[in-house]
């Protein structure tokens, strides 16, 4: 399983960019994709999350500035940001959540992140 993140850089407060995640690799199903970030010092946090049934959760500091999607055909997942904050500053990584067999349990694996620089 091979995860691929693009789509960072810097971008000035109030700015947009767009994240792509492309999965690769032999699984049963793909139960969620997800973006997370971490800021120097701090936890790893959610970002945005969908899953199977196109359901999607974010986190608290989200408040409608990004969405989550994905292409099934493409084995893909963005991440649209809007708005963004100084604060957004981190390295953003993208999660798979799969399994190799029937109602087996889920793997999670990660890609090597890519970085969003905000700059007031």
């Known amino acids: 399983v091979q995860l691929v993140e693009s789509g960072g850089g810097l971008v000035q407060a109030g700015g947009s960019l767009r994240l792509s995640c492309v999965f690769s690799?032999?699984?049963?199903?793909?139960?969620?994709m997800g973006w997370y970030r971490q800021a120097p010092g701090k936890q790893r946090e959610l970002v945005g999350r969908i899953a199977s049934g196109s359901d999607t959760n974010y986190g608290d500091f989200v408040k409608g500035r990004f969405i989550i999607s994905r292409d099934v055909a493409k084995n893909t997942v963005y991440l649209q940001m809007n708005g963004l904050k100084p604060e957004d500053s981190g390295v953003y990584y993208c999660k798979a959540e799969v399994t190799f067999e029937y109602r087996s349990s889920p793997y999670s694996f990660w890609g090597q992140g890519t970085q969003v620089t905000v700059s007031s």
């Open positions: 690799g032999t699984v049963f199903s793909i139960d969620a």
